[in-house]
Structures are given as C-alpha cells and as structure tokens.
C-alpha cells in the first residue's frame, strides 16, 4: 500500500541553525501538507501546497519556514533560523485532491531544538 | 473562531465493550469529517470519513454524523486492548480549502 515517508525520523540542532524536513508524498497525490505537534498540544496545520504553489499557510508559518517540491517527488519544509519554541513532531500529508478528500500522513520527523 | 471540540478523557472502557467518542465542531457549513487514531509518539492514522448525515460503518467501526447538531462521533465495538489510543477529530472548515483543523483529541484506554 502506498505510503508517505518522512526523512530524517529524528533531527537534533541547535538554536538558530536551519533544518530541512523532507518528505515523499504518495506518487499520484497532488496536495501537500505540513503539520506539526507540539509535545502534549493538537495537530496544527502549517502549510498546503498545490501546483507548486502555497495555497494556504497559517499564521506559524512564518518567513522562517518555507517549502518546495524540488523534483518529481520530494516535498520539503525548511526552517531557516529554528527557535527553541520550533521543537514538535512534523508531519507531511498528501491527498489525492483538495481537503474533502482523505489526508494521509507519514510517520513524521522529531524535532529537537536546543 | 473555528473549533474542533473534544473530551480530552482518558475514557477507559472494559474489553469487548463499546467505546463512544464524540466530536463538535464550530462552522455549520463543514462538509467532510475525519476520524484519525494516533498512537503515543507516532502519526495520525485514518479510521473513518464521513460526509452524509447519518452512521456510516467499516468492521468495528462506526462514525455517526449529525450536521444540524454540529457532532460527529465514532463508535468501537467489541474494543481491544491495541485499539488504545488518542482518536483526532478532523474537520476542513468552509473557507479553507485545504486545511485540517484537528481536536484535542479523546484518549481512549480498554482495561483487561
């Protein structure tokens, strides 16, 4: 069954540095996601993107974070200069349309910021 | 502001019993539910979607949705000790074309 991978499973930095979260979406989904979790909070939307474009992002998604889709299958999210507050669980998510459809995610990456 | 609501528990039922979770949400014009388990340290899993009022059932699994109430809520039969877990209520809001606003979450223990 076709599923979402996430790389790296686990990223320590320190503050400041920047990471990137890399992610493959399922091969014929067209939407994408970041999410993250807070140790302890609710899933929090991020960003979605579509047609290599952002179509929505929310009000975390600031100009520290951006993403791309830099080749046929890989879909990133960069944090330029991370801040303690940053550490949480990302997950990537795709689907095979818009959100009426089933958003599927992957295993996630943990990020610790030091 | 546009909310999922949920009780965060712990809701502990026995085994072979039913587990009845509930979720409300805030904007009446929400048209797709999504019921994800999530087990401790990993990622949400799909259980349930619905999008007709009424139940809709998959095995053990049944998801019950009333729009002029503005709920939805899932239904475990038969609960096993592996279905424990944080079980997310996800609903799209009107106006956000693709964006998933998740509940706290009910955390869900089936005792031996």
């Known amino acids: 069954e076709p599923e979402v991978t996430q790389t790296p499973s686990h990223q320590v930095t320190q503050m400041g540095q920047e990471v990137i979260l890399r992610c493959v979406p399922i091969?014929?989904?067209?939407?994408f996601y970041w999410y993250r979790q807070i140790l302890g909070q609710k899933v929090e939307f991020l960003v979605s993107?579509?047609?290599?474009?952002?179509?929505?992002k929310s009000e975390i998604f600031d100009d520290q974070f951006s993403v791309e889709r830099p080749d046929g299958s890989n879909f990133t999210l960069k944090i330029r200069s991370t801040k303690l507050e940053d550490s949480a669980m990302y997950f990537c998510?795709?689907?095979?349309?818009?959100?009426?459809?089933?958003?599927?995610f992957g295993p996630g990456t943990r990020l610790l910021v030091l | 502001q546009k909310e999922v609501e949920q009780n965060s528990g712990p809701l502990s039922v026995p085994e072979g019993a039913i587990a009845s979770l509930n979720c409300t949400y805030s904007?009446?014009?929400?048209?797709?539910f999504f019921w994800y388990r999530q087990y401790s340290g990993k990622s949400p899993e799909l259980i349930m979607s619905?999008?007709?009022?009424g139940d809709k059932e998959d095995g053990r699994f049944t998801a019950q949705l009333n729009k002029a109430s503005q709920y939805v809520s899932l239904l475990i039969r038969d609960s096993q000790p592996s279905d424990s877990a944080t079980y997310l209520c996800?609903?799209?809001?009107?106006?956000?074309?693709?964006?998933?606003?998740f509940g706290t979450g009910t955390r869900l223990q089936v005792t031996l």
């Open positions: 996800a609903v799209p809001f009107t106006g956000t074309a693709s964006k998933l606003t």
């Open positions: 091969s014929n989904h067209l939407y």
């Open positions: 904007d009446r014009g929400s048209q797709s």
């Open positions: 619905i999008y007709s009022n």
């Open positions: 998510a795709s689907s095979e349309s818009n959100t009426q459809e089933t958003q599927y």
């Open positions: 993107f579509y047609n290599n474009e952002i179509s929505e």
